[in-house]
């Protein structure tokens, strides 16, 4: 069992940064590849990146490749989403997600993979 709590979420300008950060309980939290996923108001929930569970593998969503990147920190519990150039585009309620996976492959785009979420944390993207 994985317990997964997100912060970091906030209002921030177009242009600007946050970063995200996802907590997980437990002590395996080494052996579940994360995810990171989010939804806009009125709109179906979508992939925007995933790490293996060392965090030597990622993948992006096309949409946010070069200005977001996903890591972790095992000995933390914690995976992290850094989000620069943010656009308006981007306003969602963000999710991260874990299964218990050794690596990465399409799958982890569908969030149907996906064992464990967290509640989400708000980001706003005023232009």
């Known amino acids: 069992q994985v317990h997964l709590v997100e912060s970091g979420g906030g209002l921030v300008q177009a242009g600007g940064s946050l970063r995200l950060s996802c907590a997980a309980s437990g002590r395996t939290f080494s052996s579940y590849a994360m995810g990171w996923f989010r939804q806009a108001p009125g709109k179906e929930r979508e992939f925007v990146a995933a790490t293996s569970r060392s965090g030597g593998s990622t993948v992006y969503a096309d949409s946010v490749k070069g200005r977001f990147t996903i890591s972790r920190d095992n000995a933390k519990n914690t995976v992290y989403l850094q989000m620069n150039s943010l656009q308006s585009e981007d306003t969602a309620v963000y999710y991260c997600?874990?299964?218990?996976?050794?690596?990465?492959?399409?799958?982890?785009?569908?969030?149907?993979?996906?064992?464990?979420w967290g509640q989400g944390t708000q980001v706003t993207v005023s232009s």
């Open positions: 997600a874990g299964v218990l996976r050794s690596y990465i492959t399409t799958v982890v785009r569908d969030g149907r993979t996906y064992d464990y």
